[in-house]
């Protein structure tokens, strides 16, 4: 595009400028309404935005770049988004995208000639427990079926804003099946702040000591000790974050905390920020919960008009803060909390080096606490009722319960709360699963269970979770789940180290080539090989553990590659009836004589 | 008991390495004459701690020596077959992923690429080539831009914001897609301010940024690593630059 072609770009701009100020800290927010005035950044647009942000066009572009909902080139007046995580393919989600493309005469990846639309995949949208989900310009759709697509894309052909469309289609339910203290029981908002108060900063982070509550985002780190050690930090400000970035595939717990419990989520800011001393927080919400924003903003503004919020709060005088949300646009690594910083800060999400650590040098080099949704309504909870009643419930080294999304091949998935100590066997029989095999837990990055051990516990000396369950029944393939999680973290390595940005790929590589029947002993190897690099020498978590799925289903699962393996030792990576793909897709042939023999 | 009492007290390989405060692993290495295979990493320049050739084992912890600040007692393995080992593949992969053909390349002979490989015993790019469609970048009337060679370490980046003061190039682009771009509109090395003169037209590693109408002004066997290994030239205090 060239510049003379938006000679109106700044008026246009001039509302998105005076809504962010001229921050650079505003550029992901700004870059994100630009794509939606638009359908895409154009180049006039990163000229004008880092002129108004007077940062070098370099960084505008790197930003732009960087993020999956936000696109460099025109993706049409609608753009559609595919869920892609496991549960959507297995519940048919290809085969829906094929129709719909069919139906309106696209290909997946490229805009219709009209510029009117776009057809493409996304990483989980976090709609397991309904899906086949879709994203529809960043708007969730969920239970997806011929019917639907074909009601979506008359929608489409007749050009109505996607705002006027049947709200059916938008519909997303909680589906809480189990509620545990946490889910369970009331909770008047202001009831953890009324015993903070009370009870004092220095004795609240003692009940936290005692609550034993730990990081609900997988890593487990206590929350004491990270509240404490930020308390004790020097700085200008510090700031507490809210990582609601749930973008493990098959995690889905957070959607459902921030729709029916984001009191609770923002008391537990509020507690946290009266123990650091934050006067500022942030709820880093990921782009595909966009649908979430305007009732999050309510819930700020009601707070606020309690007291719960803003200037001296609950008449405490001094006791400031208040919660601004932020907005991902499409990037799983900002869930790591350096990179989320960084994300806040208005850059690409670039896990940082380590140390220092965010509890001293976190947003603008600042003391920063970040902390899962989850934990900080576990908090809240244990600022109201004491950390003793916490304790008392999960295991030793687990206090407290712990949310599961639970989905995949069960007859109930949905939401599940349940003491740390369960097992999967119990677990199992409570969401009706049929015949099961084997159960991620805790997504891609998480561990690969086969039935031999589904009497192992979710626990933190056991088997620790973020939260995903997802249920694979006997006669799944579970190779067609390790390629799905190979394609995942291919897709979401931010680039920055060579392990993870080449050996993601390269894994990506030899998983599809023995999936697709050409695989041998060698590339077993050759996985192995690559799982070690990426664990040992790679800058962040998502490298450490993107060979997880692969090193699992080697181990536990031995057969779902043996029985696809060649019987030679080795096989070119080249495959010859492959290179033909592009022809036969120019040609619209996919006949006998369009392949090799 | 034979531990020097009230001084910076570090080993590397078993050799003993002092180090004052604020020196990374790299810093208190390259000081005392110990080398550790790196790439992105350039003393002139805030470390970056991407290309990971410099991983090292300390107390049984892998760590990027260039970023991770020396601290007393740490016990680091650096020179060690499992890590040289891996450091090879890391080389395997950077070259799989470009487009690197050292016989007709005018940086042969004096690319770190190429050293690192001779360095770490190469004999093949092992993994699957990624043949990656990347441009050359001409229009620029002193300077070649050729993405081909490009490594993602960032040095031209921070040679020119942090010493040329310009911010001529940044990275764009997510994964595999990661790409360098530089400051202009028109995605043209030739529309921003470069100048043949700036640090960063100096510093690349590879072949990505050269210098026009210099090729071979030094015929092959008079060039840096024909004569020098990886570690001698990078254990010098000044970085080799293209002539």
């Known amino acids: ?597 | 008991m034979g531990a020097p009492a009230m001084s910076n007290n570090m080993t590397i390989d078993g050799k003993h390495v002092p180090f004052s405060d604020g020196q990374t692993i790299m810093d208190a290495a390259l000081a005392a004459g110990v080398y550790i295979p790196h790439l992105c990493h350039n003393p002139q320049f805030e470390p970056h701690g991407s290309c990971k050739l410099c991983v090292v084992s300390v107390n049984g912890r892998n760590m990027t020596a260039c970023t991770m600040p020396a601290a007393e007692d740490m016990v680091v393995a650096s020179n060690t077959p499992e890590l040289n080992r891996d450091r090879k593949a890391l080389v395997q992969m950077l070259f799989v992923e470009g487009n690197h053909i050292c016989p007709a390349c005018e940086a042969s002979g004096n690319c770190q690429l190429q050293a690192a490989a001779y360095y770490l015993e190469m004999q093949s790019p092992h993994y699957t080539h990624f043949y990656q469609p990347r441009a050359v970048d001409a229009s620029h009337p002193d300077i070649f831009l050729d993405l081909n060679r490009c490594i993602l370490c960032e040095l031209c980046v921070r040679a020119s914001r942090e010493v040329d003061g310009k911010n001529v190039f940044g990275i764009s682009g997510r994964g595999i897609g990661t790409h360098l771009v530089v400051n202009a509109a028109s995605g043209r090395l030739g529309d921003t301010n470069f100048a043949a003169t700036d640090k960063a037209a100096h510093v690349c590693p590879t072949g990505a940024i050269l210098i026009k109408r210099q090729g071979y002004r030094i015929p092959i066997g008079q060039r840096t690593f024909d004569h020098h290994n990886i570690s001698e030239v990078q254990m010098k205090p000044q970085e080799p630059e293209h002539e």
């Open chain 1, 1 to 597: 595009m060239q510049p003379h072609e938006f000679p109106q770009i700044e008026q246009q701009l001039a509302s998105v400028f005076e809504r962010h100020g001229c921050e650079a800290n505003k550029l992901l927010q700004i870059l994100r309404e630009v794509q939606e005035i638009f359908h895409f950044i154009p180049a006039a647009a990163i000229t004008c935005i880092a002129a108004h942000l007077d940062v070098p066009r370099t960084r505008v572009e790197g930003v732009a770049g960087f993020y999956s909902f936000l696109s460099l080139k025109s993706a049409g007046e609608y753009r559609m988004l595919f869920s892609d995580n496991i549960t959507d393919q297995m519940q048919g989600n290809p085969e829906l995208m094929r129709y719909f493309c069919h139906k309106l005469w696209l290909e997946p990846g490229k805009v219709s000639e009209d510029n009117l639309l776009s057809v493409d995949s996304t990483s989980c949208t976090g709609m397991c427990d309904q899906g086949p989900a879709a994203l529809v310009n960043g708007w969730p759709l969920t239970n997806l079926d011929h019917a639907r697509l074909d009601l979506i894309a008359e929608l489409i052909r007749v050009r109505k804003p996607v705002c006027d469309w049947p709200s059916l289609l938008f519909e997303v339910k909680d589906n809480i099946r189990r509620a545990g203290t946490l889910l369970g029981e009331p909770f008047i908002p202001g009831a953890a702040l009324r015993a903070t108060l009370e009870r004092g900063s220095a004795a609240t982070l003692a009940e936290m000591e005692a609550s034993g509550l730990r990081g609900r985002g997988g890593a487990g780190f206590s929350v004491a000790r990270k509240w404490s050690m930020c308390r004790a930090s020097a700085g200008e400000q510090h700031y507490i974050v809210c990582n609601a970035d749930e973008g493990e595939p098959g995690t889905f717990k957070d959607r459902v905390l921030l729709h029916s419990y984001a009191d609770l989520v923002c008391e537990g800011m509020t507690v946290g920020a009266r123990i650091i001393g934050a006067s500022k927080g942030f709820l880093y919400l990921r782009g595909e919960y966009r649908y979430l924003l305007h009732q999050l903003e309510q819930v700020l503004a009601q707070r606020r008009a309690a007291g719960l919020l803003g200037r001296n709060i609950l008449g405490e005088s001094g006791f400031d803060f208040d919660i601004e949300i932020h907005l991902g646009a499409g990037a799983y690594i900002c869930g790591e909390e350096s990179a989320l910083i960084e994300s806040l800060e208005g850059k690409r999400g670039r896990p940082r080096k380590r140390p220092p650590f965010p509890v001293t040098h976190g947003y603008l080099d600042q003391p920063t606490v970040v902390d899962n949704v989850e934990t900080l309504a576990c908090a809240a909870r244990i600022a109201a009722q004491g950390g003793a009643w916490f304790a008392a419930i999960g295991t030793a080294q687990s206090s407290g319960s712990k949310i599961l999304s639970i989905a995949g091949d069960c007859a109930r998935p949905g939401i599940y709360e349940y003491p740390f100590g369960i097992t999967l066997q119990e677990i199992l029989d409570d969401c009706g699963a049929e015949d099961p095999y084997a159960v991620q837990v805790s997504g891609p990055s998480g561990i690969l269970v086969s039935a031999q051990e589904f009497n192992r516990c979710i626990a933190f000396e056991d088997l620790p979770t973020a939260g995903a369950f997802t249920v694979f029944r006997r006669g799944r393939d579970l190779l067609q789940l390790v390629q799905n999680c190979a394609h995942f973290f291919a897709h979401e390595s931010c680039g920055f180290c060579t392990p993870c940005r080449v050996g993601t790929q390269l894994q990506k590589k030899i998983v599809d080539k023995i999936a697709n029947d050409h695989g041998t002993a060698s590339d077993l190897e050759e996985l192995k090989q690559l799982g070690h690099i990426m664990q040992t020498m790679s800058h962040c978590g998502l490298g450490h553990t993107a060979a997880n799925p692969v090193l699992d289903l080697l181990q536990k699962f031995p057969d779902a590659y043996q029985h696809k393996l060649k019987k030679l030792a080795f096989e070119p990576a080249f495959d010859l009836d492959g290179a033909l793909e592009t022809a036969r897709n120019i040609t619209g042939r996919d006949d006998a004589w369009a392949h090799l023999p």
